[in-house]
């Protein structure tokens, strides 16, 4: 295996690429109880239309079939539920499905070994029948429409579809009713055999158990199991300005008071690994300078009434999509609206000064430094970072080299009118 030492963050990182295509990232932490691993494929909700594994023309799969998948997988032959494994092993174990991945992981303090295989084995061996795959379907269809029921959720994915015009990350995560109820077994069978190809997935476990023995566990693991030979996969990614789709959009359903939603749309399209990083490392620095709880542009929503306690945001930065969005409850929501954009403009002509700049550097090297001490946190910064082409733990020092001049560059070239939209929910 690769080793690899960081003396800035005092880790030693084990790498190996399989001969099946596997990269398994080994991180030992002796001084832990506990170990947690981490199974991800590289293939989220936003990936409908590729080439499939060994064939020569593109498809578009049912929408949701990234997130029908991680449920079905669950399910094995006999008809039980690996849940029922891993608890027998004394492992807590989860799995999700974002825009870009989708993840298998588990914690535990014993049988770290019997886990690992387990983990392993289960992603590794779908069991589908036309059957199975039908009865899945009510349930699937019952949890959308509980996210359907919730209002956060509802103005979330209301101004991320009024942003965005083409990008697949408009769509629902589990799909529509009507994609989930047309997704067929071998809808299912094409998509994982291309996108869980081992070629196509990472393997990372942190924690307290011995290199050596955990390599070779994996290798052998690996070994007994018969692949296709790898391939790169193609895919077909969506491409658009970054110009919002609509500037507003208004959504009707109970609520006792209106929601209002801010969506700044940074980009539309694929960005190079270094500008990836930039935007990584400056997008929460600036957001949280602006609208944290101490910040100018948070004070002055505050001390106005504009806001209450529930007023918060996010950036969500991706190799092909980025936006920011701000927001919260509100009973004029339309002044809200207009008061957080006009706020956002002003950020034109704004400049940080070196004494603001150097608290929000040791502000985030202070949470990044106390973030490294969850391996939760570890494994899935590190499995994102890598899929992205860079290493999570070279992060450190490139925010120590950041200067307020690359800060004020990214703030006064941000934002524009036409990347802005709003979506408000407001009651029937």
Not at 64 to 91: P, Q, R, W, Y
Not at 203 to 221: C, H, P
Request: one cysteine or more; aromatic letters at 12%.
């Amino acid at each position: 295996m690769n080793k690899q030492t960081y003396s800035h963050i005092d880790e030693t990182l084990y790498k190996e690429v399989l001969p099946n295509g596997l990269t398994v990232f080994l991180l030992p932490r002796p001084e832990m109880a506990k170990t947690y691993s981490m199974f991800t494929t590289n293939y989220g909700g936003k990936d409908h239309t590729f080439i499939p594994l060994g064939k020569d023309e593109k498809i578009t799969a049912p929408e949701g079939v990234a997130h029908f998948l991680e449920h079905k997988l669950f399910e094995k032959e006999d008809g039980t539920d690996v849940f029922l494994d891993f608890g027998k092993l004394g492992a807590s174990a989860n799995a999700y499905t974002s825009a870009t991945e989708t993840a298998y992981l588990f914690s535990a303090t014993d049988n770290i070994k019997e886990n690992v295989v387990t983990l392993l084995d289960f992603v590794q061996a779908p069991f589908f029948t036309d059957e199975s795959v039908e009865r899945e379907k009510d349930i699937i269809v019952q949890e959308l429409q509980m996210y359907l029921d919730q209002p956060d959720h509802r103005s979330y994915m209301g101004i991320v579809q009024a942003m965005y015009k083409n990008h697949p990350v408009r769509n629902e995560i589990l799909g529509t009713e009507e994609s989930i109820r047309s997704t067929t077994r071998e809808d299912l069978l094409t998509s994982y055999h291309t996108f869980y190809h081992p070629n196509n997935m990472t393997f990372f476990i942190a924690g307290n158990f011995d290199v050596e023995e955990m390599a070779t566990l994996i290798r052998k693991n690996q070994a007994s199991k018969t692949f296709a030979a790898p391939e790169d996969i193609k895919r077909f990614p969506a491409k658009e300005s970054t110009s919002v789709a609509q500037k507003e959009s208004r959504i009707h359903m109970p609520v006792g008071t209106p929601k209002v939603v801010v969506g700044v749309k940074e980009y539309g399209e694929e960005i190079s690994s270094e500008e990836f990083l930039k935007k990584n490392l400056l997008q929460d620095m600036m957001i949280g300078y602006f609208f944290g709880a101490n910040g100018p542009f948070y004070k002055e929503l505050y001390e106005n009434g504009h806001i209450d306690r529930s007023f918060s945001v996010s950036s969500t930065i991706e190799k092909d999509h980025g936006f920011t969005i701000l927001g919260g409850n509100s009973d004029n929501p339309d002044n809200l609206a207009a008061k957080v954009k006009e706020l956002l403009l002003s950020t034109n002509d704004y400049s940080i000064s070196e004494e603001s700049f150097t608290r929000m550097k040791k502000k985030r090297i202070g949470q990044l430094l106390r973030a490294m001490n969850s391996l939760e946190f570890i494994a899935g910064e590190f499995v994102h970072y890598y899929v992205n082409g860079l290493d999570f733990f070279d992060v450190l020092p490139k925010v120590q080299a950041l200067t307020v001049e690359d800060m004020n560059a990214y703030i006064q070239e941000w934002i524009s009118e036409e990347q802005l939209a709003v979506c408000i929910v407001e009651a029937e």
